[in-house]
């Protein structure tokens, strides 16, 4: 079946350190790729998004490749801030469109 | 243009009582899908309605049911409780089914069960 694997967290970093959350994929036919972000208190936005293979997404610094030859949508961003803590969940939804299937979460702490 | 509305923000439930979430999309979209999210958990998908139909169903047991209105908004009912199904409930909605296109969540409905 369809699911998505993150990177255990949390993951902590200093002030405009580089981040790579890793995320990867199992999925029949041609999914569509999310990432999102879920502030403390808040729920959840989209972030960024790719819909085939070897598209980018991009958004406040933060991009994602969609990579079909190793199933993978790694978010980076070359310099975090404290504002960027959060958990970052990643997602597919695949061929039909009816469902989003997220992975586990990353929890994010940035210190100053 | 408001976004997606949940109502209740916060519920105290007892074991074995039922309960009903009700959910607004954001203006200009049809298709509405309800997910569960437990503590440090990614979300878990319920199930999703457009044009007033369940169109997908997650593993979830019969006890979760749903419907969708003619103004597009959804309510999620839950019978019989149980203490598991403590976790916050998002709804999420979008413009028609194509899988490429922007889900936007609500902020939930925190569900909890004693």
């Known amino acids: 079946g369809n699911s998505v694997t993150q990177m255990e967290g949390p993951v902590t970093l200093s002030e405009e350190a580089f981040l790579t959350i890793n995320c990867t994929y199992t999925a029949t036919g041609y999914p569509s790729l999310f990432w999102y972000v879920q502030y403390p208190g808040e729920g959840l936005q989209l972030l960024l998004k790719?819909?085939?293979?070897?598209d980018k997404g991009s958004n406040k610094g933060f991009e994602a490749t969609y990579r079909k030859e190793t199933t993978s949508f790694h978010l980076e961003k070359g310099s975090v801030q404290v504002s960027d803590s959060a958990v970052y969940f990643c997602a597919l939804r695949n061929t039909g469109g009816f469902k989003t299937i997220f992975g586990a979460g990353t929890r994010l702490f940035v210190k100053a | 243009d408001a976004g997606v509305t949940q109502s209740p923000t916060h519920l105290i439930k007892t074991r074995g009582q039922q309960v009903t979430l009700r959910c607004s999309p954001k203006s200009g979209h049809d298709t509405v899908s309800w997910y569960q999210q437990a503590l440090g958990q990614g979300p878990q998908f319920i199930f999703q309605y457009y044009e007033e139909e369940e169109r997908q169903r997650g593993n979830f047991p019969d006890r979760f049911s749903g419907h969708q209105f003619p103004n597009y908004s959804s309510e999620l009912n839950v019978n019989a409780l149980l203490l598991g199904d403590s976790a916050l409930y998002l709804c999420?909605?979008?413009?028609?089914?194509?899988?490429?296109?922007?889900?936007?969540f609500g902020p939930g409905t925190r569900l909890t069960v004693t």
């Open positions: 999420a909605s979008r413009r028609g089914l194509d899988r490429g296109t922007e889900q936007y």
């Open positions: 790719a819909t085939k293979a070897d």
